[in-house]
């Protein structure tokens, strides 16, 4: 619109009455009726009206039977829109003041109007020459005397901003954020279609309404108070909301509310723009608590890593030093037993570890099994027991246990020695962090499930740790002054052991005053499901035929040693080998030959190469891999290999004997 903003029917009116002023003038000039005083007057009048008009006024007479048009007059809003004096283009030729008037369409406007004198509106269009250029308006009427004349306003200037308000509009419109736009109230006047994706509400629902229908009612009140004093004193605000949608999901958004104002620099509307985070937020927090768990485990890992270095270096440490005391020549025969079961004590320890870290790692490869057997669960108990009580009693505890079944009926098939391990462990954790009273531990039956527990008066577990000693390398204490041995595994390894007889295990604990761990596993499930007495898997427990031939290659002679006589107790012949090339050998030698227990890593030939040639040679012999490397890896390239099973060292006997009967 134009400055003045004066509207069209203003402009139309002030052309009427311009046109009849002109009319009663050249009419009383022709009848010579009118004063020569009245006239000058209504001649200033005309004057002072054509002058001051806002919209530029140019007069025309036509000439050469109206084939052009010569500017007859040239008013000061025209000079200025046109940028032109009124002597410059006076008598001139409209073509000549404006080149490109044809292209534009006025001249034919010109010439129809002062043929028929009937007015005409020239829409808004853009006039463009060398000289000029710009949007213009034309309004184009024939006097009486034959003049025509043209009323015109150059609206470049509404139009550059008409455009920009429509980039504008349409960005707003288009925008991947939520625009909401209030009055100084707060009442809503405009939203984007953003904002009815993300909410829900459409624009009749919320025009009017305050933007509170979007609470969640999650963010405290003062949060709120804070955002509006800021915006009514003219500041921008930024902050998140957690927001509710029309359909009662919550949702994040950070948003930026600014106040507009008025000439006047009065508080007018307030308009926020705002961005869903929901996602970002949810990624943020995956991220916060990745890393998180990433400093916790570097923390676990460290710890671990003292810790397993000092459970290794310690029983190490006792049974190299105890050795280097037995070549004492004046050790008395005392000491030397003494030494002996010191040395074996430590080596049970480190064994422990190194089994308990192997368990491990063939959990999480999936590779480890159960084997189940006949079990007494009151001799399970009875043994424990007795293997402990010494401890016990050394600390001065009370030491009891509870077998909830008679004999007879605590007859059940699981898997005796993890049933035991797992037992074994709960009880030695409770007499080593128990100081004083005393440690009980036992069973009973509970409907289809036998329920054990192991009961202390140690020094607990405070609750938010209940869950995570679970965990692998987790223990009360990490610090480097705790008070107890450990490797932080058994609690972690027993409870999968448990969950792989398909029970549960769970603590229920008190900080100073003791805990009771429990596990349960099936009374009848291994019953129902093998359907054997216990003198049937008895009697064929590791039963080999006479005669029956085992191959053991290994590099190492106290490993082949060790093999030898395990397998030397079940009456099977043991032919030994040092390398692949004489197990190849001895395979092409001794037909008789049933199993094959291979060492992978060995000089001369391998045992993966060693192993692709004997099945070359028979292809139906057994090959049981045995190796220090049981990663994924090593098992996959020891299968593709040829070996039918792939234990890992130290190789437990009751596992290696139950792989070789599964060959007979």
Request: proline fraction near 4%.
């Amino acid at each position: 619109m134009r400055d003045e903003e004066k509207t069209f029917s203003q402009l139309v009116g002030e052309l009427k009455a311009l046109r009849l002023r002109i009319s009663e003038l050249e009419n009383a000039a022709a009848d010579c009726g009118v004063p020569d005083l009245k006239l000058k007057e209504s001649e200033e009048r005309f004057r002072q009206l054509f002058e001051n008009i806002s919209s530029g006024v140019a007069v025309y007479d036509a000439v050469d039977g109206g084939n052009d048009f010569v500017f007859r007059d040239f008013n000061k809003s025209a000079e200025k829109i046109d940028k032109l004096g009124k002597n410059d283009v006076i008598g001139k030729s409209i073509q000549e003041v404006f080149p490109g008037v044809k292209k534009f369409g006025l001249f034919d406007a010109l010439q129809r109007v002062w043929k028929t004198g009937t007015p005409e509106h020239r829409p808004l269009s853009m006039y463009e020459d060398e000289r000029v250029a710009g949007w213009r308006e034309n309004y184009i009427f024939k006097l009486p005397g034959g003049e025509v004349v043209t009323v015109y306003d150059d609206i470049t200037h509404e139009k550059q901003v008409e455009e920009k308000l429509k980039i504008i509009s349409k960005a707003i419109e288009q925008n991947p954020v939520t625009v909401v736009i209030t009055d100084r109230n707060a009442n809503i006047e405009y939203v984007n279609p953003k904002f009815t994706d993300l909410t829900g509400y459409s624009s009749d629902e919320v025009l009017g309404k305050n933007p509170r229908i979007l609470q969640s009612g999650k963010v405290p009140p003062g949060f709120y108070e804070n955002l509006w004093q800021t915006i009514l004193a003219g500041k921008e605000w930024h902050g998140e909301f957690l927001n509710k949608k029309k359909n009662g999901e919550l949702y994040w958004e950070v948003a930026s509310i600014s106040p507009v104002t008025n000439e006047q620099g009065v508080i007018t509307n307030f308009v926020a723009v705002k961005e869903d985070i929901t996602e970002k937020k949810k990624l943020w927090e995956q991220l916060v608590e990745a890393k998180e768990k990433a400093e916790e485990s570097d923390r676990l890992k460290s710890c671990f890593l003292a810790n397993i270095s000092h459970e290794i270096r310690t029983p190490m440490n006792g049974i190299l030093g105890f050795s280097a005391l037995l070549k004492e020549p004046l050790l008395s025969g005392e000491e030397k037993e003494q030494y002996i079961e010191l040395i074996h004590e430590s080596g049970k320890r480190m064994l422990s570890i190194i089994n308990n870290l192997i368990d491990i790692s063939r959990i999480e490869t999936g590779e480890l099994s159960l084997y189940p057997d006949t079990t007494n669960v009151n001799e399970v108990i009875e043994s424990i027991h007795a293997s402990f009580n010494e401890q016990a009693r050394k600390k001065g505890l009370s030491f009891s246990c509870e077998m909830g079944l008679s004999v007879k009926d605590s007859v059940i098939v699981t898997d005796k020695a993890r049933l035991n391990q797992v037992l074994s462990h709960l009880v030695g954790n409770a007499l080593k962090y128990t100081s004083e009273g005393d440690v009980a531990f036992g069973y009973k039956k509970n409907g289809e499930m036998l329920e054990f527990y192991v009961r202390d008066t140690g020094i607990g577990i405070p609750r938010e740790q209940q869950v995570k000693i679970f965990e692998r390398f987790r223990q009360v204490s990490l610090d480097a002054t705790r008070g107890y041995e450990g490797a932080g595994l058994g609690l972690s390894l027993g409870k999968k052991f448990v969950e792989m007889m398909n029970g549960t295990m769970w603590v229920d604990s008190t900080p100073g005053k003791g805990s009771v761990f429990y596990f349960s596993i099936p009374y009848t499930g291994f019953m129902k499901a093998k359907n054997r007495s216990k003198k049937n898997v008895e009697d064929n427990r590791y039963a080999f035929p006479s005669g029956f031939t085992i191959l053991v290659v290994d590099d190492n002679s106290i490993s082949r040693l060790l093999l030898k006589g395990v397998l030397s107790g079940q009456q099977v012949r043991v032919i030994l080998a040092e390398n692949g090339r004489e197990a190849v050998e001895k395979v092409e030698q001794e037909p008789d030959i049933r199993v094959v227990l291979m060492d992978m890593k060995m000089p001369v030939m391998n045992g993966y190469e060693a192993t692709s040639r004997i099945k070359e040679i028979r292809p139906d012999l057994p090959v049981i891999a045995q190796t220090a490397f049981a990663d994924p890896e090593e098992r996959e390239t020891a299968k593709a290999a040829g070996c039918d099973v792939v234990l890992a060292k130290p190789i437990n006997s009751e596992e290696l004997l139950a792989e070789v009967q599964r060959r007979v």
